[in-house]
């Protein structure tokens, strides 16, 4: 355990390392907002009592994100998160409901941009782990394989051929569910991209492609050897009046997002981005069984523990 | 001989409103309320001497109804001589069949079901809510689905009562669950506009308590898509006004609760706007969202239920409930009972249409369906089954749990008597053969024989 947070913290060092080297700028990570992320697959919000209003824990932060972005351009967070999961992520080895993702945002960037910089990104902390933490992984019996930069691409379609071929049919239009998500993720060596999302399939601010409607220009980043989902990015809607539609895909009524909706009125520019959750990272790097062996005091849906 | 069925259990005061109360009083209420009280004893109208004796003096017994629309009561069933399916239940049973033989026992959205049948959603408005309890159990131990309606959390709280005299979201669930048997049946629960505020779903998917039952594949989400009373517009009640304090900033009060003292104040919701993208996504996210729950769609009595259709099977959804302008036993104004949206039978040649185009999804019709009679003929013209609504409220205020058993026997004789007389013992072979119209318009619009040519 003592190895794995060691070796955590050095990756968390790396993360700062490329980032700060290509001009983002770290900040302070919000906490409780009005509202927060309500793209989180069947998990439900944590509340707190704010002065009599209900305030939310977020479970993202990337309504706040977007925001710094239109003001400072390249901005990243340490970001803690709570998302209150369904009980039967308890056993997938990949939730947990506390949890750190660093939250990356880039003001103009395009889909591309932010493909590009997750894989620098992923590149960079593999080959930091290679280079300064061999003894420590050594030590745990753990062999990295390579990352060899451009990452494979795989379109959302072609990801539902390679499971199809594999006896899994997934209906089109739904994200892959986590026990196909890693027996796909079973099939590569090295980390590969998924691109293009079906509307529907993922939160409401992933941008639909204006040339291609109902395709989104989004992607996830993908461990290999069955590890699974390490990143989730996208280009951002911005328009008011496309995200005010969007919204209703959540099925609320859009006076809830009243602050980020004034904003967006006013007018922010494009941005793209995306999050890499910190324990899943370091399960990935230690070889890990779950991802609560990889983070001081983890909660585990439905398990009471300090 | 139990106490007389009062009128409040309809929303809408008599009196006020003519066009209303015409829809009440039109109501048989008693017809009902006695099958309630006498079980299958009440199918005849000689079950009592008195009874006996007016009927032969020729007292009214035949169904009022007031609608100035067709009803399904334009239709009637249509028994063969020549019987072939009646043949083969006899080679399976070695004997002739009777009408008890029929079996009833079906699927609707991925529930199974002792009959064609579902309690439809009833939600907040105090005449459900308050026989939540006896409707949840009535409706678990007779092995239907039943649905829980829009704001019941919001306003009564999810888990702690709001009102210490009116139960909770989960107590209205688990008088569900608690009773359910032989894993038949299931809850559909709403999520109103103003539900998901508070990410009712969310807390549901996310309960430890309603896991086990999520496991075993008993609970399905419905997305309201409105209502057949009041197509077009949100949920409308009256709540008091400590509710209506308490409601303030979550729904549209046209009159302030804190500014204003009245002792009933409206309460509106939205009716929450889709386009085709819109609903697909969020269908799409819901199904994403809760994998392992039912995905049930409520459509009112809208001019573009086909297209609808095309979406919810193109998108898998597990049933589509269609409400005529008929249903509702909510706060509807009067002039959208009279004028707003297409009677339930219009919506029947909805899903028959769908049918003709070959789509597959469970259709469950419902709009002031009441008997056997309404079930079998929605069946012979596509539906998978129907919901009744009130008949469960007025039978709960008969007789509580007893009295939705008593109709519930007496609605399932009725079925089996119908359909065996059509010469099947299956509720898959009707089919619209087995169904004439009174009305020669309606013959034609619908397929079937006008039964006087």
Redesign the interface.
């Known amino acids: 355990m003592q190895r794995v947070l060691r070796i955590q913290a050095s990756l968390g060092t790396a993360i700062r390392e490329y980032l700060d080297g290509q001009g983002f700028t770290e900040l302070l990570p919000p906490i409780i907002g009005p509202v927060t992320d309500p793209g989180i697959r069947g998990a439900k919000q944590a509340t707190i009592n704010f002065y009599g209003r209900e305030y939310k824990v977020m479970s993202s932060a990337i309504l706040y994100k977007q925001m710094m972005a239109a003001s400072l351009g390249r901005v990243y967070f340490f970001s803690p998160n709570v998302r209150l999961e369904p009980l039967e992520t308890a056993t997938t080895g990949r939730h947990l409901v506390e949890f750190v993702q660093v939250d990356v945002e880039e003001a103009g960037a395009t889909l591309e941009d932010a493909m590009r910089r997750a894989e620098g990104l992923v590149a960079h902390v593999w080959e930091h782990a290679k280079t300064r933490l061999g003894d420590e992984l050594a030590a745990s019996g753990r062999t990295l394989n390579g990352a060899s930069v451009p990452f494979r691409r795989l379109a959302y379609g072609e990801a539902l051929e390679v499971l199809s071929k594999l006896g899994r049919e997934v209906p089109y239009g739904v994200e892959i569910p986590w026990d196909d998500e890693e027996l796909l993720s079973r099939q590569f060596r090295e980390p590969f991209f998924i691109h293009d999302y079906p509307r529907g399939s993922r939160g409401f601010y992933d941008r639909e492609d204006p040339d291609r409607p109902g395709m989104l220009r989004d992607f996830d980043l993908l461990y290999p050897e069955g590890y699974g989902e390490a990143i989730s990015g996208a280009e951002r809607e911005f328009e008011y009046a496309k995200v005010i539609a969007r919204l209703r895909e959540t099925g609320e009524n859009p006076s809830k997002y009243e602050w980020y909706l004034d904003m967006l009125r006013e007018g922010i520019p494009p941005s793209a981005g995306f999050g890499i959750g910190v324990e899943r990272l370091t399960r990935f790097v230690c070889g890990l069984e779950a991802v609560w062996q990889a983070r001081p005091y983890p909660k585990v849906a439905g398990v009471f523990s300090p | 001989m139990a106490e007389p069925v009062p009128k409040p259990l309809v929303k809408i005061e008599p009196g006020r409103s003519p066009a209303a109360a015409q829809a009440v009083e039109s109501y048989p209420v008693e017809e009902i309320a006695d099958k309630a009280r006498r079980g299958r004893d009440a199918l005849y109208p000689f079950s009592d001497l008195d009874a006996y004796g007016r009927a032969l003096l020729g007292a009214d017994i035949a169904r009022r109804d007031a609608t100035r629309f067709s009803t399904l009561d334009e239709l009637v069933l249509l028994p063969p001589i020549f019987t072939p399916r009646r043949l083969e239940a006899m080679e399976a049973l070695g004997r002739e069949p009777y009408f008890s033989d029929v079996s009833l026992e079906t699927t609707i959205g991925g529930f199974r079901s002792r009959l064609p049948l579902t309690m439809a959603s009833m939600g907040s408005t105090e005449a459900a809510h308050a026989a939540g309890a006896a409707l949840g159990r009535g409706a678990a131990e007779a092995g239907i689905p039943m649905g829980l309606g829009e704001n019941v959390a919001t306003v009564w709280g999810y888990s702690t009562r709001s009102q210490a005299r009116m139960p909770s979201f989960k107590e209205r669930l688990f008088a569900y669950l608690d009773r359910i048997a032989d894993d038949r049946g299931g809850v559909v629960i709403q999520?109103s506009?103003?539900d998901?505020?508070d990410?009712l779903w969310?807390?549901v998917?996310?309960d430890?308590d309603v896991?086990p039952f999520v496991?075993k594949g008993l609970i399905g989400f419905e997305?309201k898509l409105g209502q057949g009373a009041k197509p077009g517009l949100g949920g409308e009640t009256k709540v008091s006004r400590d509710v209506a304090r308490s409601l303030k900033g979550t729904y549209y009060f046209p009159e302030d609760p804190e500014a204003l003292d009245r002792d009933l104040y409206e309460r509106h919701s939205?009716p929450?706007?889709?386009?085709e993208?819109?609903l697909?996504?969020?269908?799409?996210?819901l199904?994403?969202?809760?994998?392992?729950v039912r995905l049930w769609i409520k459509a009112g009595p809208f001019r573009d239920l086909l297209s609808l259709f095309r979406v919810a099977a193109q998108?898998?959804i597990d049933a589509v409930l269609v409400d005529g302008k008929e249903g509702g036993t909510g706060m509807s104004p009067a002039i959208a009972l009279k004028d707003l949206g297409l009677p339930a039978l219009a919506c029947l040649k909805r899903i028959a249409d769908a049918r003709v185009e070959g789509l597959r999804t469970p259709y469950v019709l419902s709009g002031r369906l009441y008997d056997g009679g309404h079930a079998v003929k929605a069946l012979c013209l596509g539906a998978t089954a129907v919901a009744f609504g009130r008949p469960f409220l007025i039978a709960a205020r008969v007789g509580g749990e007893a009295g939705i058993r008593n109709f519930l026997e007496s609605t399932a004789v009725e079925m089996r008597m119908l359909v065996s007389s059509l010469g099947k013992y299956r509720v898959a072979d009707l089919a619209s053969e087995d169904v004439g119209s009174l009305d020669r318009a309606l013959a034609d619009a619908l397929n079937v024989p006008f039964v006087y040519a």
């Open positions: 999520q506009v103003e998901a505020t990410e969310n807390q998917y996310t430890p896991e496991r997305v939205a929450g706007t889709y386009t993208a819109i697909r996504a969020q269908l799409r996210s199904r994403n969202n809760f994998p392992r998108e898998r």
